[in-house]
């Protein structure tokens, strides 16, 4: 185990090495970054759009936008709340923060595998609310089931 002022240098000449990485990155960009290609990348890049402004308004008035993107920043929400705050709320459960990593680990393994099967069953069915249904009921479910089984003893 590194002593606390070791692990803060190393922790510090880390963050260094990926500032001087991502500085190195936008300096390549800016340099080699034109302001539009030689050829629009697809046709639709040459369509004509709708002004921004009146876009947002008509989605300031459209019901159904309103209630996804609200059901979705809840989820998000919940989501983050749950990951920001996952050791403190397992500690008086005798979870140790390295098992509180593993559940970390899993519900991100377990969102990935969501992830790609939705994604797969989307492309295939277009069913869009179905399928933001089902994953809103499955995170319910899921949040309960961790509620009620963090007491058992195993």
Request: aromatic share 12%; with cysteine.
């Amino acid at each position: 185990k590194l002593p606390p002022e070791k692990g803060k240098m190393e922790i510090l000449d880390a963050m260094f090495y990926v500032a001087c990485i991502c500085t190195l990155a936008i300096i390549a960009s800016l340099i080699t970054f034109r302001e539009a290609p030689p050829t629009p990348p697809s046709p639709s890049a040459e369509a004509q759009r709708e002004p921004i402004y009146s876009g947002i308004k008509k989605l300031a008035r459209n019901k159904n936008f309103l209630l996804f993107s609200t059901s979705l920043a809840g989820l998000l929400l919940v989501i983050h709340l749950l990951a920001s705050s996952l050791e403190a709320m397992l500690s008086p459960f005798n979870i140790t923060s390295t098992e509180s990593g593993y559940v970390g680990v899993a519900f991100i393994t377990i969102g990935l595998f969501g992830a790609a099967t939705f994604s797969y069953f989307l492309s295939k069915t277009k069913k869009y609310k179905f399928a933001f249904m089902i994953l809103m009921w499955g995170t319910l479910g899921t949040l309960l089931a961790l509620i009620f089984t963090l007491d058992l003893e195993v």
